[in-house]
Each structure stands twice: as C-alpha cells, then as structure tokens.
C-alpha cells in the first residue's frame, strides 16, 4: 500500500518531463513543413492510447450521465480549443520560450472564476501570483524597434490558449466532485478527436506538406508526450498532495521548455522579455502553492 501511494511522485515526474519536452520540441514538425492543423489532428488520435488504459483501469466504468457528459465535453473542448489555437496560431507565429510562460499563467483565470461564480475567497499569495502574472504579460510581449517577433499573432493567440486553459481548469475543479478522473480524460479524448475535421480543413493544402517521417512521424512522437502527460497528471493528483504536484506540473514543465528552446535554437531574450519570464515562472509557483 506504501509503495502505491508513493507511485504519484513518478506521475507527477512524468508529467513534468514529458510536458516540458513536448513544449520545447512542439515546433519541430511545423519547421520541417508539417503544419500545426495537422499536427493537432495526430495529437488528437494520441490521445486515444492513454484513454483506452484510463478506461481499463477502471473495467470501463465510464460516467454517462447527462451531466457527465455535458461537462466532459465542456472539459474537453476548452482543451481541444487551447490545443487548436496553440497549434494553429501560437507555434505558427511565434517562439515556444515566450509562448509556454503565458499559458502556464492559465491559473490566474481558474482562480477568478473560482471567486466569482463558487464564491470563493483568495489569500494574499493567491493575489501575489495574479498580481506578478498581470506584470509579467506585458513584458514578455515587448518589442523593440528591430522588427523582432513583438507582441503579433502569437501573444493574441497565447492569451486565448491561456484562457481557454484556464477556463478548463475551473470547470475541471468543479466536475472532479461528481466525476471520475478517468471519464474526464475520455471526453476530454472525444472532444480532441471531433475538432480534428476543423483543424484538417483549416489546413492550407496548395503548400508543399511534409508527409515524411520528420513530419508527421516526428508529430507523433511528440504529441504523445503530451497526451501520456495528460494522463499522469490524474494518477498524480490521485495519489498525490495538490499543492506539490500542481507546481510541479503548472511552473517546472514551462522551466524546462524555456531552457531547452533557448539552448536548441540558440537565442536569448532582451532583457525585459527575460524579466517576463522570471516572473511567470514565479507566479505559476506562487499560483499552485495557493
């Protein structure tokens, strides 16, 4: 019995890695001509092999009520949204190590929903993280007057991810009363696969695509990262303390894709995007300590 309860630090582990690989290689199949639409098509079947595990895992005792699947689904697209703008916009436009620090704020929103509509109250280190969150935006879209990357598609793109993302959280905080984790991730898995047919049709087919395995292979390796990730996570914050994992989860897997972007592409922030970044990291883990 010790030694399953102790299993939620290799989920938590796990997740953390995995999501800050994914988010630092999220580009690779897009640079090589595989475009995002379709690399969120191939993210959404992923999801399918963790979700037949989840289901096993619980001799298929799916939640069917009709509030169980109208919330799981709400669940899901909110994800499956974030996911489609994330790789239709975001990762098109603009760089993982300025993007991933923006949606990993996502907290921010779970929180003030959480205020106004389940009326609950948040203690100062809560209003900390907001506060550093609200400061930390703005810097990290500057620009200069060098025709750098700026605050164009990408930041809109980023913010309604970490919208999306954040809006997701609140509605997964309120379901996890009345559902099981497992069912969440199946609706979750069936809301990413029904947005796939929207995200093939946005795809701009007159342009050369990549179609070898440094596309839609490489696409493949790397959005099942994020989808065993997506797992974990549930058998994490199973067995596990919250205010551990959540950090773990929410600040360190961003740390990782920063480090890795600025070292595998080779670039520095300016200073003020640095600062940025410092400080959602900050937030992110003052955020999940609350």
């Known amino acids: 019995m010790e030694q399953d309860k102790k299993k939620w630090i ?22 090589a001509g595989f475009p995002g639409t379709l690399s969120y098509v191939v993210w959404s079947f992923t999801m399918l092999i963790p979700a ?18 109208l919330y799981g689904m709400l669940i899901g697209i909110l994800g499956a949204g974030g996911q489609m703008l994330l790789f239709t916009g975001a990762i098109a436009n603009g760089p993982a190590y300025l993007i991933f620090p923006i949606i990993s704020l996502s907290p921010v929103i779970t929180i003030l929903l959480s205020m106004l509509l389940l009326k ?28 750098d990357v700026g605050m164009g598609a990408w930041f809109i793109y980023a913010i309604l991810v970490f919208i999306a993302w954040g809006t997701q959280g609140y509605f997964m905080k309120s379901t996890n009363l009345f559902m099981k984790a497992e069912s969440i991730f199946f609706y979750m898995t069936v809301s990413g696969i029904l947005l796939a047919p929207i995200a093939y049709f ?68 300016e200073t003020i995007r640095f600062i940025g970044m410092i400080l959602a990291v900050v937030s992110a883990f003052v955020l999940a300590f609350d």
């Open 10 to 31: 290799l989920y938590a582990v796990i997740t953390t890695v995995f999501w800050g690989i994914w988010g630092a290689l999220i580009e690779i199949p897009e640079k």
């Open 52 to 69: 037949f595990f989840a289901l096993k895992n619980v001799n298929w005792a799916l939640d069917k009520s009709p509030k169980a699947i």
């Open 120 to 147: 609950e109250r948040a203690n100062q280190r809560a209003w900390i993280g907001i506060i550093l969150a609200l400061i930390a935006i703005p810097l990290l879209s500057y620009s200069n007057s060098e025709g």
């Open 202 to 269: 946005m795809t701009d087919f007159s342009k050369e695509i990549n179609y070898g395995f440094d596309g839609p292979g490489y696409a493949f390796l790397i959005q099942i990262l994020n989808s065993v990730g997506a797992l974990t996570i549930v058998y994490a914050f199973r067995h596990g303390k919250a205010m551990i994992v959540s950090p773990m989860t929410n600040a360190l897997a961003p740390v990782i894709t920063i480090v890795l972007s600025l070292i595998m592409y080779a670039v520095f922030p």
